[in-house]
């Protein structure tokens, strides 16, 4: 999505948001009695045509087990998605459940149009994976599915580079550069060690490594100006090395899809990636990649600062007129063995971990190679990132942004860290 799309949608949000705030003053959202008949639910998600007929396939399960709740779908792509749940919201029309993603989650949850989940039983969470969801004080949101930022790497590419890599739970960044930049050295031209790390996940993760954060709970940013300039000195370090590739093939890899990328077409040995991704970058490149930690400042797994991330929510309307029924789909897809075997990993690895257990034997070979390191994991991870505040869907880009121009040297660190901090924060403000 292109920083114009994010700060259109950004934009549509604030106006329904607000729309819904003004609504919502000194009236409340009060529920009302269930006429005769069964009670309609309607459920918006976006997603590929496979997730389409195995989320009816969900609809169909849970209508069977509840006959008097029936869920109307309402369901789309991602570009066109945010726009039109923008339009509904504004126009005191938005679905009872709500597919949603983090980037947006504090923009509705602050201005009061989601409803806080209280009868939604997240006892089988992770305490991490639990807490991904909170906004603004509650519970608006229930992970569908959890990854984690992963290194993947290409086998093939390693063996013939004849370069080995340390144990994950070990290494360091310094050792990662070295092991990529003697990859790329090693290797045919147009093969790098390591893909580029420019986003706000690989950010945010050196930063908590650093004892800081990308963002503070009250929604403000949790480093300054010099933790911004470190991170992108180390940017500098990486190409330098010839660790990760020129900047314009970062430029190129930035801005395609997932299986053009460089991990994709086997022209990187590691790649950062979100874990849910090993499946369709194994199908892409034709390897069986091999699903790694990132690298610690410390060189110690159980300081490093690992997250959950939730793939996406569910969350659901404040103005719905059946909150329980609406409360009970959401905790049928977040806690029924039932669903999760319908659902497998379509939206990411389940949060509950009973559910997890039971359909990892029904996952493919990736998908329950994600599963399991997930669950390695588990003891390494720190406490949930805070939830992006209003305004921070641009965020990414403008990082992504920065770093390029490091890259090309067309930018000191330093300068990229202070222009990235005020562009951030007038997108804050």
Same mark, same amino acid.
Request: hydrophobic share 40%; with cysteine.
């Given at each position: 999505?292109?920083?114009?799309?994010?700060?259109?949608?950004?934009? =549509?949000?604030?106006?329904?948001?607000?729309?819904?705030? !003004?609504?919502?003053? @000194?009236?409340?959202?009060?529920?009302?009695?269930? +006429?005769?008949?069964?009670?309609?639910?309607?459920?918006?998600?976006?997603?590929? #045509?496979?997730?389409?007929?195995?989320?009816?396939?969900? !609809?169909?399960?849970?209508?069977?087990?509840?006959? @008097? !709740?029936?869920?109307?779908?309402?369901?789309?792509?991602?570009?066109?998605?945010?726009?039109?749940?923008?339009?509904?919201?504004?126009?005191?029309?938005? *679905?009872?459940?709500?597919? $949603?993603?983090?980037?947006?989650?504090?923009?509705?949850? /602050?201005?009061?149009?989601?409803?806080?989940?209280?009868?939604?039983?997240? +006892? =089988?969470?992770?305490?991490?994976?639990?807490?991904?969801?909170?906004?603004?004080?509650?519970?608006?949101?229930?992970?569908? @599915?959890?990854?984690?930022?992963?290194?993947?790497?290409?086998?093939?590419?390693?063996?013939?580079?004849?370069?080995?890599?340390? #144990?994950?739970?070990? &290494?360091?960044?310094?050792?990662? =550069?070295?092991?990529?930049?003697?990859?790329?050295?090693?290797?045919?031209?147009?093969?790098?060690?390591?893909?580029?790390?420019?986003? #706000?996940?690989?950010?945010?993760?050196?930063?908590?490594?650093?004892?800081?954060?990308?963002?503070?709970?009250?929604?403000?940013?949790?480093?300054?100006?010099?933790?911004?300039?470190?991170?992108?000195?180390?940017?500098?370090?990486?190409?330098?090395?010839?660790?990760?590739?020129?900047?314009?093939?970062?430029?190129?890899?930035?801005?395609? *899809?997932?299986?053009?990328?460089?991990?994709?077409?086997?022209?990187?040995? $590691?790649?950062?990636?979100?874990?849910?991704?090993?499946?369709?970058?194994?199908?892409?490149?034709?390897?069986?990649? /091999?699903?790694?930690?990132?690298?610690?400042?410390?060189?110690?797994? $159980? =300081?490093?600062?690992?997250?959950?991330?939730?793939?996406?929510? &569910?969350?659901?309307?404040?103005?719905?007129?059946?909150?329980?029924?609406?409360?009970?789909?959401?905790?049928?897809?977040?806690?029924?063995?039932?669903?999760?075997? %319908?659902?497998?990993?379509?939206?990411? %690895?389940?949060?509950?971990?009973?559910?997890?257990?039971?359909?990892?034997?029904?996952?493919?070979?990736?998908?329950?190679?994600?599963?399991?390191?997930?669950?390695?994991?588990?003891?390494?991870?720190?406490?949930?990132?805070?939830? *992006?505040?209003?305004?921070?869907?641009?965020?990414?880009?403008?990082?992504?942004?920065?770093?390029?121009?490091?890259?090309?040297?067309? $930018?000191?660190?330093?300068?990229?860290?202070?222009?990235?901090?005020?562009?951030?924060?007038?997108?804050?403000?």
């Amino acid at each position: 999505m292109t920083l114009f799309a994010r700060k259109k949608i950004t934009g =549509k949000i604030a106006a329904a948001v607000a729309a819904v705030s !003004i609504t919502l003053t @000194g009236c409340g959202a009060s529920p009302q009695a269930a +006429s005769d008949g069964p009670v309609i639910l309607r459920f918006s998600w976006w997603g590929s #045509d496979t997730r389409h007929k195995m989320t009816q396939k969900l !609809i169909d399960a849970f209508e069977a087990k509840n006959p @008097g !709740i029936k869920i109307k779908g309402e369901y789309g792509d991602w570009s066109g998605y945010w726009d039109k749940l923008a339009t509904q919201v504004a126009s005191q029309d938005a *679905p009872d459940i709500i597919q $949603m993603d983090a980037q947006y989650l504090a923009e509705y949850a /602050e201005r009061g149009a989601l409803l806080e989940l209280k009868d939604v039983d997240l +006892s =089988k969470f992770d305490l991490a994976a639990a807490g991904a969801g909170k906004a603004d004080g509650g519970q608006y949101a229930v992970t569908a @599915g959890m990854n984690a930022l992963v290194v993947l790497a290409n086998p093939s590419l390693l063996s013939a580079s004849g370069v080995s890599l340390p #144990d994950d739970s070990t &290494w360091t960044w310094d050792e990662y =550069k070295d092991r990529a930049a003697d990859i790329t050295s090693k290797s045919q031209a147009g093969v790098y060690g390591s893909g580029p790390f420019v986003g #706000d996940a690989s950010f945010n993760l050196w930063m908590r490594q650093h004892g800081k954060s990308l963002f503070t709970e009250d929604g403000g940013l949790g480093f300054d100006e010099g933790d911004a300039t470190k991170y992108f000195e180390m940017q500098t370090d990486m190409r330098d090395a010839k660790a990760v590739p020129p900047a314009s093939v970062i430029t190129e890899d930035s801005s395609a *899809p997932l299986d053009q990328q460089g991990l994709a077409t086997n022209r990187f040995a $590691m790649g950062w990636v979100w874990s849910n991704q090993l499946a369709p970058l194994s199908t892409a490149s034709g390897q069986a990649l /091999e699903i790694l930690r990132p690298p610690s400042v410390e060189g110690d797994a $159980m =300081k490093a600062q690992q997250f959950y991330k939730a793939s996406q929510f &569910w969350s659901a309307s404040s103005r719905t007129k059946h909150p329980a029924e609406t409360q009970k789909f959401i905790d049928f897809l977040a806690n029924s063995v039932e669903a999760g075997e %319908i659902g497998l990993a379509d939206r990411g %690895i389940p949060g509950n971990s009973e559910v997890r257990a039971a359909v990892a034997p029904r996952l493919t070979p990736t998908d329950a190679l994600t599963a399991k390191f997930i669950d390695d994991i588990a003891d390494e991870v720190g406490e949930a990132p805070a939830v *992006p505040p209003a305004g921070s869907s641009s965020v990414t880009e403008v990082l992504t942004r920065y770093a390029i121009e490091v890259h090309f040297s067309r $930018m000191s660190p330093q300068e990229a860290a202070k222009k990235s901090i005020d562009e951030i924060k007038s997108a804050l403000a």
